[in-house]
Every structure is written in C-alpha cells, then in structure tokens.
C-alpha cells in the first residue's frame, strides 16, 4: 500500500469506533422498527384464460359469429380483473368495509377474524366513513363508544343498538372466536373503521397486483398484499372465482340475448322465404315452367331430330324429283331408260322392275317369231304398259307425300323454335327470384344453426377459465424484510458515519504530515518530530534532530535560530526547550532569548527576557545590538519567539534571526497556515525560513482523544 493510500485511510482509521458505533445504533435502531413497524403479507392466485387457439376451446361452437369468437387477450382481462366494477362484486362477497384494531400504546392491530367482538352499523351519515371509533370494554356487558373527532363518550351494551350522532352501532360477542380461545382478552380499548367504498377501492388497488406470467402464455398472476394474512388469500381467491363467475355470467346473458335475437331474425326470414317460394310458384304457374334447362335440353333434341329427317326427306325429295322429271321426259321409250332407283327402292317397285324386264325380254323372243302387230306381241306391250304407267304413277305419289312429309316437317320446326322466343329473358327472371331464395334460405339455415349453438352456450354454464393455482395463507410475511432492512441499516450507517468523518476532516484541514506542507508550499522541511510517548526517549530525538540540523547547515557557529508558531507560543514551546537541553548535551553554550516568557525556568545558560513591554520601547538596532554583546562567550542563540498572531515583536525577530524554525502542530495547526507563512515570507522578504513538523505520523484514535479531552476539562 502506497503513502497516498495510505493517508486517504488515515483519517477512516482514527474514526472507525465512529463507524462501529453508528452501525451498532443503527442495527439497534432497525430492529427496534422492526418490533413496531406492521408486517405485510402477500398472497398469490394464478388464473388461466380460454385459449381459443387450442386445448378444449378450440372446438368453439360460436367460432364463425364474432361475439362468441373475440380471441382472449391477456392485457384486455388484466384489465377486467383491475376493474372497478369486478373489484366491487369481489368486496361485496368480503366483510373488509370494517376493520376492527386493538388499540395499544405504540401501534394498533387489525384482528380481522380474531376479534373477540363485531360490530355492525347502519350510518346515515356520510361523515361517519372513514371516521375512527374508540370502543372501550369496560365490563363482558358494558362499553363506552367515543368517535376519534368527538370527545363525548356513549356508554352502550352488547347485544343492543348504541345511537350515535348520525346513525347506530350495534356491538356483540363473538361467541365464536371466544369459544375456540377461551383465554381471550375482551376487556380492552378497540378501534373500529367503517370504510367508504372509495377509500376501500383505493386501499385495495394500491395493494392489488394483476400480471401476467408471460407475453405468450394466457396466465394471469394475481397478487395481493395486507397486513392481515387471512385478507390475503381472501381476496386474490374471492377476486379469480368472481372473475370466472362474472364471465359465465355474461355468456349467458349474452346468448340468451342473442337466442331472443335469433329468434326474431328467424321470423323475419322465414317470412320473406316464404314470400319468395310464392313468387316462385306463380311464376312458374304463369309461364308453364316446369324445369327449364331439362325443357331446353328436350326441345332441342326435338328440333335436332326434325332438322335430320327434314334433311333426310329433301335429298329423298331431290331424288325422287329428278326420278320423276326422268321418267317424265323419256315416258315414251320407257323401257329405253335407266332410271336410278336409289330414292325408289322398295319391293314392290323392284319386283314391278323385275316384271317389265322380263316382259320385255319376251317380247324380243316374240318379235323373233312375230309381228309387232300379232296378238301376243300385243299383249306382251299392253301388260308393259300397264306396268309403266303404274310405276310413273307410283313415282309421282310418292313425291307429293315426300313434299307433304317435308313441309309437315318444316312446320313442327317452326313452331318448336318458336318456344325459344323469351326464353333468356324467363331464365333471368327465374334465376333472380331463385338467387332471392337462395339468399332467404342460407340466412334462414344460418340463423337456425346459430340459435342452436346459443341455446346450446345458454344451456352450458361453464367457464373454460379457470383457477390453477389458490392463493394460500402467508406464514412469512414480504415486507419488511427484516435481514436486508438490518443489512441497510448497517451499510447506510457506515457510509454515512465514513462520509461524516471524511467530512470533518476536510472541514478541519489540518496540515497532518509532509506531503501537505510539500503540496502547499516552497518552504522546506527542517525536521520532523514524532509522537513521543516515553519521556525517556524525547532526548533521543532532539539530539538526532540537532544533528540532522547540523547537516542541513542550520546549525552554524554564533547563529541565531528563531523557534516560531503561528496560532500560539505554547505550540513551540517543547521544541525549544528539547532543542536547547540537546545543545547543552553537547556542550554547547547557547543564549536563550525568550520573546514569549515561557522558559524563565531553564538554568545553566546565559538567559534574555523580552516578553515585558518595556521592550517594546526598544529599536532594532539596539536589541540586535544588545544580543551580539551577550553572544561574547557562547556558541549559539535560541529565540524563543511569540506567535505571529501576537503581534509585530515576532516579526522583528524572525527578520533578524539567521535561521527560523516555523513548527507546525499536525494535530492543530490548520492547513491554511501553510499559505498564510509563505505569505508573510514573500511579503517581510524573510529568508532561511524552515518548517518543524510536530507530531508527524501520530493518529490517535477517537477513544485516546475522547479521554485526552476529558483529561483535559478535569485539569
């Protein structure tokens, strides 16, 4: 450990009986507070919220209507549960609007439920709330009842109505409590409270702490401080069932509600479905609508059908036209034709065909053997002929029924494509009042399903909130905490105390040791003295403190040394004579100038008093003059100076000595000192100017100064 350090704790050490002491007190002092102050006691309930996410919530039966499906968060029901109205249901189900104390000399206590008495009070007075009212048990049946801004007292006794000023009390045995404590004190001074519903709110609010767990967890932590442990647990558990109760509560007052609502919507649309239905049916009654896609489906294949066959007869039309415009022009030379039957290939005209070639292949063989005109030959042309003209007459039949068949035809396609006419027009129509329906009907579903699911809700009175954790019954109370107030305690007494000590001694600035007459001036160090404890050892150090003078050349034949101080002369007073006794050890003969008059004492030396005021009248010259005349014959002079605070007379001195010693007192001088002489050097040009430090090194503790001091009064 460094000097610097060193003289930082010097000042720590000397006042640590300060420190230990102001902690002793203080540690005392808490304990003390501890006895009387009231102890807090806190009790914790945690409440976990319906995730709608997951768990048995997530099959919500309400999830597609929004009243039903507000997802729960958390901040939102911290801040139902720190609700005034939640708060207010929890504080009726709780007897906290009266508190009853015992009354005692330093502090009252709450008794809560271990009161030996109840009271009860109908107050028509509001001034009566918030007011405190000593009750004092004179007799188990008598009692005095005073309010604490009145001093009338009423007497009353249990069992019966007291009236006091604005209202009645009544006060009775808590047989209860007497009979499971026997034992039990009733006889005492109480206080009762009755509490207004704001000062109860607030005093609940300042003690009540709703968080959550988590951010992300849907756990709430409710949490209640009182000085009564059973007010602890009461309210945080009476708080989460009134929380859950006061939910079910709500769900059912709003599905039923929505039910009532439901049921009127229901009504309002089954009314307009019915009317749409209607308008429907008319429609269709009025339009013979049936079903019009399968009736467009069905008179389209129709006409696709009678297109074909249309088709189809007018190329047999075409065909059989160009038969009979054939047969037509070459009726003559009949059997010289090849007409195309394609159009006409039924049996009978292909046998008739058949016919008329082999009559005509016979009439060749006839013609071989006969005549034209043979009979025959005749008769084989008339039967021809017949033939023909059956045939030409059958070709020209069948083309006017084809021509009949075809424009029948023609017609029923005509009047089929005619059923198309506003048709697209039928179907919008149709398709508007059937979008009504469906609008009607899918609101009607809807409405259906969602009063099923809110009878169901009103029919279920369950909450998917619930409590994990009860608040239990503190033993141990939070606050105070009677380790870390102790330890406080003790740490702010010692920091403080430390900072008083630190304090006084900057205050008091006294010059202590070397380094601060090295800090605050040029002027050397001549010496420095301990403490000396043991008179015998004071010759020791002066006779070295002559020598290590010696060295530093202060010490020379026929010089005058000026011994000094500035406060007062008894403060240099030991080192003059210590000086001058170890120059006479050596054999020195020294003449003692004493300027203060303090050494009349001193023998075996050449001696000179100027502390009378005769001297006063004296020059310079004529003192300087006086003490090289008494020189004659000794080695040395010692002037025992007066103090600069005395005046002039030590100024002349020090002007005239060869050597001047200033001591300064590390115990009392104060350190502004140190200026003021580098000062009066600069300013009285004073030279071979050298600092005596007394007492160097000496700290005595507060206990050696407490007894030097009262040495000191008894002197």
């Known amino acids: 450990m460094n000097n610097e350090n060193v003289r930082f704790l010097k000042p720590l050490l000397r006042g640590f009986p300060i420190v230990v002491l102001a902690m002793i007190i203080a540690v005392l002092a808490a304990k003390k507070y501890l006895n009387y102050v009231t102890p807090m006691y806190e009790s914790t309930a945690k409440l976990k919220l319906a995730d709608t996410q997951e768990g048995v919530p997530s099959a919500n039966l309400f999830k597609d209507f929004d009243v039903f499906a507000t997802p729960n968060k958390i901040s939102t029901e911290i801040e139902v549960l720190k609700s005034t109205s939640l708060i207010e249901k929890t504080l009726e189900k709780l007897p906290f609007s009266t508190e009853i104390y015992r009354k005692g000399k330093v502090r009252s206590v709450e008794l809560f439920g271990d009161s030996p008495i109840k009271v009860e009070s109908i107050l028509n007075d509001e001034k009566n709330y918030d007011k405190k009212f000593i009750i004092n048990i004179t007799s188990n049946q008598n009692f005095t009842i005073k309010a604490s801004d009145s001093p009338k007292e009423v007497k009353g006794t249990f069992g019966v109505p007291t009236a006091i000023k604005g209202g009645k009390l009544l006060i009775t045995k808590n047989d209860s409590y007497l009979q499971s404590k026997p034992g ?83 009504g309002q649309a089954n009314n307009k479905l019915s009317g749409a239905e209607n308008r429907i049916e008319n429609y269709r009654n009025k339009e013979n609508i049936i079903n019009i896609p399968q009736e467009t489906e069905t008179d389209l294949r129709k006409i696709s059908q009678l297109k074909i066959q249309k088709s189809n007869l007018k190329m047999n039309l075409d065909a059989i036209k160009n038969l009979n415009n054939y047969i037509s022009e070459g009726k003559d030379n009949y059997l010289d034709l090849a007409p195309n039957f394609e159009a006409f290939n039924d049996l009978l005209s292909t046998e008739m065909v058949k016919n008329m070639k082999l009559l005509q292949a016979e009439k060749k063989e006839l013609l071989l053997t006969y005549t034209p005109e043979h009979e025959k030959v005749k008769v084989i042309d008339s039967k021809i002929k017949d033939l023909t003209d059956y045939q030409t007459e059958s070709i020209k039949n069948t083309q006017r029924n084809l021509q009949i068949k075809y424009n029948d035809i023609d017609r029923d396609i005509q009047i089929a494509e005619q059923a198309f006419i506003g048709l697209p027009e039928k179907e919008k129509l149709l398709n508007i009042m059937n979008r009504e329906f469906n609008l009607y009907e899918k609101n ?147 003449l003692v100038i004493d300027v203060a008059g303090n050494l009349k004492n001193i023998e075996s030396i050449d001696y000179i008093d100027f502390s009378e005021e005769k001297n006063l009248r004296l020059t310079s010259t004529d003192i300087e003059n006086l003490i090289r005349e008494k020189m004659t014959g000794n080695d040395l002079c010692i002037i025992n100076n007066q103090s600069i605070k005395q005046g002039k007379l030590p100024l002349l001195f020090l002007k005239m000595a060869d050597e001047n010693l200033f001591v300064l007192d590390s115990r009392k001088t104060a350190e502004k000192t140190i200026m003021n002489v580098e000062l009066l050097k600069d300013e009285y040009k004073l030279t071979n100017l050298w600092f005596v430090l007394n007492k160097e090194g000496y700290n005595p503790s507060l206990m050696t100064s407490i007894k030097s001091f009262i040495n000191r009064k008894r002197s």
Not at 254 to 263: G, I
Not at 486 to 505: L, Q
Not at 531 to 554: A, D, G, P, Q
Not at 573 to 587: C, D, G, P, R, V
């Open 444 to 590: 009607y579903n809807f409405l259906n399903e969602k009063r099923i699911d809110a009878e169901i809700a009103k029919a279920a009175k369950i909450s998917f909130h619930k409590i994990i954790t009860r608040g239990e019954l503190p033993k141990q109370p939070v606050s105070p905490m009677r380790s870390i107030i102790i330890i406080v305690a003790a740490i702010m007494s010692m920091i403080g105390s430390i900072a008083i000590i630190y304090a006084v001694h900057f205050a008091k600035a006294k010059v202590n040791d070397v380094y601060t007459i090295e800090k605050n001036s040029t002027i050397p160090v001549a010496f420095t003295t301990p403490f000396i404890k043991s008179r015998e050892k004071t010759m020791h150090h002066f006779l070295e403190n002559v020598l290590e003078m010696e060295l530093k050349e202060i010490i020379k034949d026929k010089n005058l040394i000026c011994i000094t101080s500035y406060d007062k002369s008894k403060q240099h007073l030991f080192h003059s004579k210590n000086i001058i006794k170890a120059l006479q050890e050596q054999s020195r003969k020294v």
């Open 184 to 266: 039990a004190k009733i006889v005492d001074q109480y206080e009762v409270e009755f509490l207004s519903r704001e000062k109860l709110l607030d005093k609940v609010n300042k003690n009540l702490d709703i968080v959550s767990v988590d951010k992300d967890v849907p756990v709430i932590r409710i949490n209640y401080k009182s000085n009564v442990p059973e007010k602890a647990s009461l309210l945080v558990n009476t708080l989460a069932e009134t929380y859950i109760q006061d939910y079910i509560e709500n769900k059912y007052r709003a599905a039923n509600t929505t039910v009532d609502f439901l049921k009127n919507e229901i």
